[in-house]
Nanobody, 122 residues
Framework: QVQLVESGGGLVQGGGSLRLSCEASGRTFSSYAMGWFRQAPGKGREFVAT????????YYADSVKGRFTISRDNAKNTVYLQMNSLKPEDTAVYYC???????????????WGQGAQVAVSS
């Protein structure tokens, strides 16, 4: 069992930066790939980024590539999403999730956080 708690969301002007954190409980955090997804109002859940259990490999959605960076610190049971050059279309609730494999499919993720709101003004 893994419990996930996101933090770091908020309101930022376009072009600004935010860093989301997701802290996991449980001793098996380092055995899971971790992902970030987002859901904008009236839209489905969208893949943002994922990272392997070791942190050695990352994958990104085209919409965030070059602007967002996913990383993890297994000693702190925490995964991060650094978001730079934010745009109004990045406005969404951001969720972290844990999976046995680093995929872009939400159905592959077993554990989910409660979400963190990110709002980007124009």
């Amino acid at each position: 069992q893994v419990q996930l708690v996101e933090s770091g969301g908020g309101l930022v002007q376009g072009g600004g930066s935010l860093r989301l954190s997701c802290e996991a409980s449980g001793r098996t955090f380092s055995s899971y790939a971790m992902g970030w997804f987002r859901q904008a109002p009236g839209k489905g859940r969208e893949f943002v980024a994922t990272i392997t259990w070791s942190g050695g490999t990352t994958y990104y959605a085209d919409s965030v590539k070059g602007r967002f960076t996913i990383s993890r610190d297994n000693a702190k049971n925490t995964v991060y999403l650094q978001m730079n050059s934010l745009k109004p279309e990045d406005t969404a609730v951001y969720y972290c999730a844990a999976s046995r494999t680093p995929t872009g499919w939400a159905v592959d993720y077993t554990y989910w956080g409660q979400g963190a709101q990110v709002a980007v003004s124009s």
